[in-house]
């Protein structure tokens, strides 16, 4: 259907940071499927797992269990801090339903709302599109379910005059990601904390884009000096195979009784048995350590390039802030060029790449991307007006 713009590229193929397309040209992948493949694409232990477990035990429902889900739901667990349960899912949105279902069921008759952030982005189901803070998204979709409600991001005053009694939970990004690149503040977070425990509401993180090393640790919340009650994941945990997981507090994850929630597919071995995988190297790796280094030294590059007029972000989710509204055009010269990069914004260009991308595959894209910002913005920092045609 015509949910996307004409897509200019097919890609056949890819290894590591590098994509090739159908007429055989070589790209370097600086969007890695929108922050899904952190170890970079085809990587060998992630092919291997997906090879064995295609031909040992494909499904058998979650009325059984299966080796690969209980591994990857203790890993899960201990890097989140422990002392929860998890929900396996099929991707980012499925995720947050069930976050806000559990929210749901937790607070009970009469207390249900999810208060969320302007600027956010927690998926397209009916329900996450209503906690998603884009109200121009959801004109044409109305009406969407109730029980959703946003504050300005960042604003503590905001949140706190936005919880009365029929809110059962607080849902947030740390890094808001399709916003824009937009950190928290460990400030922010820490006072929501502490007015979602004075007023008895969860604290549910949306860890979909920013989980699993992404930011320079496991989870964005672990900068900001919170624990969460609920946190969701999906994107790098299958590294480009559909997974997604929602974690709980064990007391909040057993108000849940059988027939309360359930998905024929979400925690199958297929996509359990990648995601196993994906842990193991993410770990053996230190992704985190990595993406803070990496990280740290992609900004550097891309603060002295003419043009770029400020970087943010945190670890490998970094935005690159331009002179002028022109991120398609430069994202589109970046591409023409062989490098992918997304405009998040009109003014800015998303940079999310592999995690285990080195310094050499840095400098090259940050060349690429200097030429690309050159063609577009004149030497005095001025935006080239658009010529007739
Ligand atoms: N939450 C966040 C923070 C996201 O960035 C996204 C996707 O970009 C989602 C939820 C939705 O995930 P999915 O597209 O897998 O449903």
Same mark, same amino acid.
């Given at each position: 259907m015509n949910t996307y713009p004409p897509q200019p590229v097919t890609f056949v193929r890819g290894e590591g940071s590098r994509l090739w397309d159908d007429q055989g040209r070589r790209y370097l992948d600086f969007l890695s499927g929108l922050a899904v493949t952190s170890l970079g694409h085809s990587h060998p232990a992630v092919a291997a797992a997906l090879c064995t477990q295609a031909s040992t035990l494909l499904h058998v429902s979650n009325l059984y269990g299966t080796e690969p889900q209980r591994d990857v739901a203790a890993t899960?667990?201990?890097?989140?801090?422990?002392g929860g349960r998890v929900f396996f899912c099929n991707s980012g949105a499925e995720a947050n339903e069930c976050a806000v279902k559990l929210a749901r069921k937790?607070?009970?008759?009469?207390?249900?709302?999810?208060v969320s952030a302007y600027g956010s982005f927690h998926g397209r189901t009916l329900a996450t599109l209503h906690a998603t803070g884009n109200p121009a998204k959801h004109e044409p979709f109305q009406p969407l379910p109730e029980g959703f409600r946003h504050v300005a991001w960042q604003d503590v005053d905001a949140l706190a005059a936005a919880i009365n009694?029929?809110?059962?939970?607080?849902?947030l990004e740390p890094v808001q990601g399709e916003g824009g690149v937009n950190p928290a503040t460990a400030e922010y977070f820490q006072a929501v904390r502490r007015l979602c425990d004075e007023r008895g509401v969860l604290f549910m993180v949306d860890e979909v884009q920013t989980g699993l090393g992404r930011t320079g640790r496991w989870f964005g919340f672990q900068h900001l000096g919170v624990q969460p009650d609920v946190v969701t994941v999906a994107k790098a945990l299958g590294n480009g195979v559909p997974i997604g997981a929602c974690w709980a507090r064990e007391a909040v994850a057993d108000v849940f009784e059988p027939g309360d929630h359930a998905t024929t597919f979400g925690g199958q071995p297929l996509a359990t048995a990648a995601a196993r995988a994906v842990l193991a190297v993410m770990e053996a790796e230190d992704v985190p350590a990595r993406a803070e280094a990496r990280g740290a030294y992609l900004v550097r +590059? =891309?603060?002295?390039? &003419?043009?770029?007029?400020?970087?943010?972000?945190?670890g490998l989710l970094v935005a690159a802030e331009l002179d002028g509204p022109v991120a398609k055009q430069v994202a589109a010269g970046a591409l023409d060029g062989g490098l992918?990069?997304?405009?998040?914004?009109?003014? +800015? =260009?998303?940079?999310? &790449?592999?995690?285990?991308?080195?310094?050499a595959e840095i400098d090259e894209a940050v060349?690429?991307?200097?030429?690309?910002?050159?063609?577009?913005?004149?030497?005095?920092?001025?935006?080239?007006?658009?010529?007739?045609?």
């Open positions: 899960l667990d201990r890097l989140v801090g422990g937790w607070g009970g008759r009469g207390k249900f709302a999810v009694p029929s809110v059962a939970a607080v849902l +590059a =891309l603060e002295a390039i &003419p043009g770029v007029r400020a970087v943010r972000g945190a992918v990069v997304n405009p998040v914004t009109d003014t +800015a =260009l998303r940079l999310a &790449p592999s995690l285990l991308v080195t310094e060349t690429i991307l200097t030429g690309a910002i050159g063609a577009v913005i004149a030497p005095r920092g001025t935006v080239d007006a658009p010529q007739a045609r």
